[in-house]
């Protein structure tokens, strides 16, 4: 698909915020042909993992290890490819930070295809998935843990995400909202919902809700015991 052009309110963003300064980092360095030809070798290396992937279970297959062995497939980050102007990742745009989790329980376990259609916290429920499997590796726990997931936070330098449902707010170390989109309405994200009037985030009863929990977990995160390691425990 054709890259996504960058979202003026990127540039209007406040000095200092992780997002403007990643954008003025590619300023006048990336074109049309440079982003396409980017796109063409990612999917070509796409194209090569998913040949590789086919050669590791078309082996398993042939061991008596197959129908007991779990498979998950997921990645620590996504990848800009000139959406938005941009490379590599160090954003909290959709590109950056959306990634697969597909994980495929053995095959004694019995298998029933289910989509969890929303953002799931990817570090505790790849541990569940790991010593789930010490337990035959049933597909239910893991379902469970990720329906009962009411938000994800994402941390990157001195900013935390929070996405809930399809609401994203972005805050700074203090709590303090620095910009937010709808993917509902704006799946491309070209529309920076915050408003530079604090009293709206009190107003509309989701964005109250979701700055709410943004400015809990900026809170927990003031105290060494709420560093990211120590979160995933919970």
């Known amino acids: 698909p054709r890259f996504i052009e960058q979202a003026n309110w990127i540039k209007r963003l406040r000095d200092g915020t992780e997002l403007k300064e990643n954008a003025e980092s590619w300023k006048d360095y990336l074109n049309k042909e440079s982003i396409d030809a980017c796109r063409t070798d990612y999917a070509n290396n796409l194209q090569l993992l998913d040949n590789q992937l086919r050669r590791l279970i078309d082996a398993l297959e042939n ?46 376990s019995g298998r029933k295809r289910t989509l969890i259609g929303k953002p799931v916290e990817l570090t505790s429920t790849f541990n569940l998935a790991i010593t789930n499997i010490m337990k035959g590796g049933r597909i239910k726990n893991i379902q469970e843990h990720c329906k009962k997931q009411k938000h994800v936070t994402v941390e990157f330098g001195k900013e935390l995400l929070i996405i809930k449902n399809k609401q994203k707010i972005c805050c700074n170390r203090e709590g303090e909202a620095l910009w937010m989109t709808n993917l509902k309405k704006d799946p491309r994200e070209q529309t920076n919902e915050h408003n530079k009037e604090k009293e ?30 120590n979160c995933t425990k919970n």
């Open 63 to 108: 061991t008596q290890s197959a129908n007991r062995t779990a498979i998950l497939v997921t990645a620590d980050h996504g990848e800009m490819l000139g959406d938005h102007q941009m490379l590599y990742k160090s954003t909290f745009l959709e590109a950056s930070i959306r990634v697969p989790f597909l994980y495929i329980p053995p095959k004694i």
């Open 200 to 229: 709206t985030l009190y107003i509309n009863r989701k964005e109250r809700s979701i700055y709410s929990i943004a400015r809990e977990e900026a809170k927990l995160r003031k105290n060494k015991k709420g560093l990211w390691r």
